[in-house]
Nanobody, 122 residues
Framework: QVQLVESGGGSVQPGGSLRLSCAASGSINRANIDGFNTMGWYRQIPGEERELVAAVTSGGDTNYADSIKGRFTISRDKNTLYLQMNSLKPEDTAVYYC?????????????WGQGTLVTVSS
């Protein structure tokens, strides 16, 4: 099993900054067939689908949602994931989830954190 523990959420005024962290532990990369994994941040607003915010592979490749490009930066240090969020907007308010996945012989292993709430409001 893999555990993902997020921290860093909270309340901030529009234009402010927050930094989310996610520590992954446990059987990371168990049965991994190519040695790579991807960690990412997703967010969800009540009543809406969970959406990708940003992701980074173990090789350093990154992917960002258009809505946060230029404002958020994803990074990782081995199995710890970060999301630096600047110029926050009210529409960034959501529960942010950490995610990790890798390829296995039977498909994909994927795990989620419990989520951390980010509220942007004046």
């Amino acid at each position: 099993q893999v555990q993902l523990v997020e921290s860093g959420g909270g309340s901030v005024q529009p234009g402010g900054s927050l930094r989310l962290s996610c520590a992954a532990s446990g059987s990371i990369n168990r049965a991994n067939i190519d040695g790579f994994n991807t960690m990412g941040w997703y967010r969800q607003i009540p009543g809406e689908e969970r959406e990708l915010v940003a992701a980074v592979t173990s090789g350093g490749d990154t992917n960002y949602a258009d809505s946060i490009k230029g404002r958020f930066t994803i990074s990782r240090d081995k199995n710890t994931l970060y999301l630096q969020m600047n110029s926050l907007k009210p529409e960034d308010t959501a529960v942010y989830y950490c995610h990790i996945q890798w390829k296995t012989i039977v498909g994909r292993a994927a795990f989620w954190g419990q989520g951390t709430l980010v509220t942007v409001s004046s």
